[in-house]
């Protein structure tokens, strides 16, 4: 694109890796996570997952077809089982997966042959003209330093902006994480005083969900009855109407997994009730 649509050379680009996922029914107590050095020289995690599963990840391999959507392989989903089990007394087997789910990560191809040896810093590049608006490429990069190179790109464009102001992420907190002191046990007990008569669980998986967010996410519902069609788990209406809202969900899918991850508790009975409510909510 760089090349074709804005003449600007370049000779950088990216590769793109698949990283998969599985999640199984609990393997360990306790809710610590574990970094495994699996015998090819690569490490997995498995990390407590939802209270009731394990989730191990994850996988490094070249990603061929449209990147918007990966699935995990057989062979990946065999590959995790089998480096959990170096570890674990009970191996967990591919058909006790639950759940498998896989995102592509767009690395700066550096020319390494291994794609784990592949570089996941960013790279930057400003193409300036004179006489156009500068160009700027971003190459590579993960979810988790998003912020930092965030600040990077915007510093690389301030000549352009002499208004910028300075640099504010680094202490900024994400939506709904801005609890009273940090201190998310009290938040959890505040919000039961705010709504006594809701169930205790209901409010434990909003907290979790949304933090602080919880109280929009309630709004005036005084009892269960305010919160509409229960889909199971403890997913109702009004939370799924403010994921319509306020997060863009428009399909169950995105409810069930983007959103939240209730598709681990809901059945295809309920699965599908939760469909025909979106299909009517959002149309």
């Known amino acids: 694109m760089l090349n074709e649509r804005l003449n600007q050379p370049s000779r950088d680009s990216v590769r793109l890796v698949r990283g ?8 360990y107590e306790g809710d610590h996570a574990f970094i495994l050095q699996n015998d090819d020289r690569r490490v997995v995690f498995m990390i407590p997952y939802e209270g009731r599963y394990t989730l191990l990840g994850t996988t490094d391999v070249p990603h061929e077809g449209d990147p918007s959507r990966p699935e995990a392989s057989a062979a990946e989903v065999a590959y995790l089982c089998r480096a959990a089990s170096r570890y ?16 592509v990560r767009p690395l700066y191809d ?23 608006a500068p160009a700027l490429s971003v190459f590579g990069g993960k979810i988790t330093t998003y912020r930092r190179l965030a600040e990077h790109a915007l510093q690389q464009l301030s000549p352009w902006f002499p208004g910028m102001g300075r ?4 202490d900024a907190p994400l939506p709904g994480a801005a ?14 005083e705010r709504f006594p ?15 602080a967010l919880a109280y929009d996410v309630l709004g005036d519902a005084g009892t269960v009855a305010d919160l509409g069609q229960h889909f199971g788990a403890d997913l109702y209406a ?30 295809a009975a309920q699965q599908n009730a939760l469909a025909c409510y979106l299909a009517q909510r959002v149309s």
Do not use: I, M
């Not at 998969?20 to 393997?27: A, G, K, N």
């Not at 550096?110 to 156009?132: F, H, K, M």
């Not at 640099?167 to 680094?170: D, N, R």
């Open 88 to 103: 674990l007394r009970r191996a967990p087997v591919p058909g006790e997966v639950l759940w498998r789910f896989a995102g």
């Open 167 to 170: 640099a504010w992420t680094l």
């Open 20 to 27: 998969s996922h599985v999640v199984v029914p609990r393997l």
């Open 110 to 132: 550096d020319g390494s042959a291994n794609p784990s040896e592949l570089t996941r810093d960013y790279v930057l590049r400003l193409d300036t003209d004179q006489a156009a």
């Open 197 to 211: 008569r809701l169930p205790q669980s209901l409010l434990q998986t909003l907290a979790r969900r949304h933090g």
């Open 179 to 192: 609890l009273p002191r940090g201190d998310g046990e009290r938040f959890g007990q505040r919000l039961a």
């Open 238 to 267: 009004r939370e799924v109407d403010y994921l319509v809202e306020h997060e863009w969900a428009v399909s169950a899918e995105d409810v069930l997994w983007r959103r939240t991850k209730s598709g681990l508790q809901l059945d």
